[in-house]
């Protein structure tokens, strides 16, 4: 299978502890104890798991060649010692956003949601990953990944706030905010 596939698979092992699972819009998700990622398709629910979402790593649809340049010159790169806080948030938004042309979600993306520019003011302090799953017919269109350091979760809720306070956010129906913490990597004796 490609690598770009991923399925995100809320159960009982993985790196990440399951902090809080809020419905933030539409209906929520059950409350896992643990997050594994895996750089796979997984077509079937693993034993013990409750949900699996899938999604690729795919191209950018929206960004410019200037604000690719301004993004690649701060972000910062996923698996940082320091950042054992993270979030998946799952996203699906409705059938309106669909129905406009590339260059109408554009515009309501960036030039009047500053969605980028919002969000460029955060890095490297949040580093992140994009992967879209509306083309796997899966219930989110997009599964957002967001990783950071313990004291900067405040930081986080505030880039969230701005984000979800932006027009774009009018076309979202559903939406999910997983909240996750590392387990303890155990030292060898
Ligand atoms: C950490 C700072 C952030 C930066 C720098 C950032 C930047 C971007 C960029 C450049 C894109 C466009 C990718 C493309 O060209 O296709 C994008 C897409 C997206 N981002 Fe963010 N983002 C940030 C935070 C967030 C947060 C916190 C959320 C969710 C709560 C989010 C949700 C999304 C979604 C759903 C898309 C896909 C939009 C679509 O294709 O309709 N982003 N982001």
């Known amino acids: 299978m490609d690598a770009r596939f991923y399925t995100f698979v809320g159960g009982e092992t993985g790196l990440w502890q399951v902090e809080e699972v809020r419905s933030v819009r539409g209906d929520g998700l059950q409350t896992p104890r643990c997050l594994d990622l895996q750089n796979t398709h997984l077509a079937t629910l693993p034993a013990d798991a409750v949900w699996a979402l899938r999604g690729a790593a795919s191209h950018q649809r929206y960004t410019t060649r200037a604000e690719q340049t301004a993004l690649a010159a701060v972000q910062a790169p996923l698996g940082r010692v320091e950042s054992v806080c993270a979030a998946l948030i799952p996203i699906r938004k409705n059938a309106a956003w669909w129905l406009l042309t590339q260059d109408e979600r554009r515009a309501i993306f960036e030039e009047r949601s500053s969605h980028t520019t919002i969000g460029l003011r955060y890095l490297p302090t949040i580093a992140r990953k994009l992967y879209h799953s509306r083309d796997l017919g899966e219930p989110f269109d997009f599964l957002t990944w967001f990783e950071f350091a313990p004291e900067h979760r405040a930081a986080f809720d505030d880039l ?30």
């Open 160 to 189: 969230l706030g701005a984000l979800r306070a932006s027009e774009e956010w009018n076309y979202v129906e559903r939406e999910v905010d997983v909240r996750l913490v590392q387990k303890e990597i155990m030292e060898p004796a």
